[in-house]
């Protein structure tokens, strides 16, 4: 699973720098006061520690737990869409009744390809159209050009395909259906992959683990 990269120190600072400016000479002088002059009786009690060895500990649980889910959400995400994608071309083979490397059939295979690496580099920020070159003609990407969610714009593409097999009677309106359910499923699987990348995990909790 991609995950943006995570500038721990810098996060902690802009988002706790007032406390750091009020305990960073606090401690100094507890220190001082401690070392320097001999104020012995100025020590931490076992019991602090062992509070805040106790938060510590459901922070991190909490964390893990949340990590886990969103890991395993992700994953199954991924694996539907790898089970939809096979999925999509085998009806297309099935319903049309002709070999995988019929122009129709190759076509929606190439664009299904293109809407996954398109799908992935989106996700990551990256240029959506730069590894789609072999797989959608020129006019296609210059129409993409100017999109701003290319995979989304491929589903397009994909359905525009099934109703022009459609008109030329080489599908029937139920097996378009059926096509435009399992398009249906690409297209819940992608808004879940959008909601997962845009949604951040608490600062507060990434921050102080990382810390700690």
Request: contains cysteine.
């Amino acid at each position: 699973m991609y995950t943006r990269n995570f500038k721990s120190i810098s996060s902690v600072f802009k988002a706790s720098q007032r406390q750091l400016l009020f305990y960073l000479p606090y401690v100094v002088a507890v220190y001082f006061a401690y070392a320097q002059f001999d104020l012995t009786y100025l020590d931490i009690k076992m019991s602090i520690a062992t509070v805040l060895g106790f938060a510590v500990a459901l922070v991190l649980s909490f964390r893990t737990a949340a990590s886990y889910d969103r890991w395993w959400e992700a994953r199954k995400i991924w694996g539907g869409i790898v089970n939809d994608s096979r999925t999509l071309v085998r009806q297309m083979t099935g319903f049309m009744g002709r070999s995988p490397m019929d122009s129709s059939i190759a076509k929606m295979a190439h664009y299904q390809v293109a809407w996954c690496k398109a799908l992935k580099d989106g996700l990551r920020g990256l240029d959506a159209l730069r590894d789609l070159k072999e797989h959608l003609t020129k006019e296609e990407l210059e129409y993409l050009k100017d999109k701003s969610n290319a995979h989304n714009e491929i589903l397009k593409f994909q359905e525009a395909l099934l109703f022009k097999l459609k008109k030329e009677g080489k599908i029937d309106s139920y097996q378009q259906v059926s096509l435009v359910h399992t398009l249906k499923n690409l297209c819940d699987h992608m808004g879940k992959g959008e909601r997962i990348n845009n949604t951040v995990f608490p600062t507060q909790y990434r921050s102080y683990t990382h810390l700690v």
